[in-house]
């Protein structure tokens, strides 16, 4: 991508604010954590591994904020930390970020100057792997991409979502790299429009084949089309290899049991929750009624009228035929596999 998703600069964070695009391409400067925090909340960035670099900087900007001595320091720091986790609970890389940067700054001997840059050196290390871990993702799955493909997608699972390269999109990408044919539907994903909006624009900014969908048509589109396989991306996969990803992932896992179709899900090894039991026990974020009343300001339904507006729900690991992950991919039964993957791994788990 010829655009980043975020950058440091003269010790600020510049984010795409990714609810101007497809229209406008512009870049908003946090100064401060609470910057950072709204820029997350808002969707300014979003996507699960760009969301845990976002907070690492705000961690950053959070600490030339606060002074004191390294006691007081670090307290103050976890605080700060407390309030970034808390802008969208369901991504687990946000927390991950958070809690590796406290791990920095814990581990740095020193007083509040020293670990300032221990922790810029730390977000700039979390970008830098996760560009790294999205080009291995793409090497490993681009193997099960077959040539020629029809491909659907959801939500943005692209360089739009990570720090760069992207994960289910870093797959295509690969495949296409590989010199594979490739052609992705997209579906338009409500109610927030991240696929007709971001997916859509990134694809064609690339120069891959992409068709625009509306969500309700990915049924019909599987029994008619002849598509090849489904793949996704993922915000946190549990222990067992449960993934909560962007709310209408299960109705397309579902769609693609019943026509044969395998559905991946492409996710770096930061998106992995061990601690995590199951699905049931991923948070969901249930986000603010007006994203589904009204569209850029202007009323799409009756006034009062009763909302429910989860952001992600959980497809159970028995729909999912195999997990692309920057250690390899892995197959089920999940739950050793992801342990194994977590703790090292090898190229098929």
Same mark, same amino acid.
């Given at each position: 991508m010829s655009v980043e998703t975020l950058y440091w600069k003269d010790g600020r964070l510049y984010v795409l604010d990714q609810t101007r695009l497809p229209e406008e391409t512009t870049y908003v400067a946090c100064s401060s954590y609470r910057d950072a925090a709204e820029a997350i909340k808002a969707m300014r960035v979003r996507g699960a591994p760009a969301i845990g670099a976002a907070g690492a900087f705000g961690l950053v900007l959070g600490a030339l904020e606060t002074g004191g001595d390294r006691e007081s320091f670090l307290t103050r720091l976890h *605080? /700060?930390?407390?309030? #970034?986790?808390?802008? +969208?609970? @369901?991504?687990?890389? #946000?927390?991950?970020?958070?809690? +590796?940067?406290?791990?920095?700054?814990? !581990?740095? &001997? !020193? *007083?509040?100057?020293?670990?300032?840059?221990?922790? #810029?050196? *730390?977000? *700039?290390? /979390?970008? +830098?792997e996760d560009i790294e871990a999205n080009r291995r993702m793409g090497l490993f799955g681009r193997d099960v991409i077959p040539d020629p493909a029809r491909i659907l997608t959801h939500c943005n699972a692209g360089a739009l979502a990570t720090a760069g390269y992207g994960t289910a999109l870093g797959v295509i990408r690969a495949a296409r790299e590989a010199g594979k044919q490739v052609k992705v539907f997209a579906g338009e994903t409500r109610p927030f429009l991240q696929g007709a909006r971001l997916t859509a624009w990134e694809l064609m900014r690339e120069g891959i084949e992409v068709v625009l969908i509306a969500d309700n048509m990915a049924g019909y589109l599987m029994a008619r089309e002849g598509l090849d396989l489904v793949i996704v991306g993922a915000d946190r996969v549990a222990a067992n290899g449960d993934v909560a990803n962007k709310i209408g992932t299960y109705s397309l896992a579902v769609l693609a +049991? @019943?026509? !044969? #179709? &395998?559905?991946?899900?492409?996710? &770096?090894?930061? @998106? /992995?929750?061990l601690r995590t039991a199951a699905g049931p026990d991923i948070p969901i974020e249930e986000r603010d009624p007006a994203e589904l009343t009204h569209f850029r300001d202007r009323r799409v339904a009756p006034p009062e009228v009763a909302v429910w507006n989860p952001a992600f729900d959980i497809t159970p690991n028995e729909l999912i035929t195999a997990l692309i992950t920057d250690a390899g991919v892995l197959m089920p039964p999940f739950g050793e596999a992801l342990r194994r993957a977590v703790g090292g791994g090898g190229e098929k788990l």
């Open positions: *605080e /700060i930390a407390g309030e #970034l986790r808390d802008t +969208r609970p @369901t991504a687990v890389n #946000l927390g991950w970020a958070l809690g +590796r940067m406290l791990a920095r700054a814990a !581990g740095t &001997p !020193g *007083e509040p100057g020293v670990l300032r840059g221990a922790l #810029l050196a *730390e977000a *700039e290390a /979390i970008v +830098r +049991r @019943t026509h !044969g #179709l &395998p559905f991946y899900v492409a996710a &770096p090894l930061s @998106t /992995i929750d």
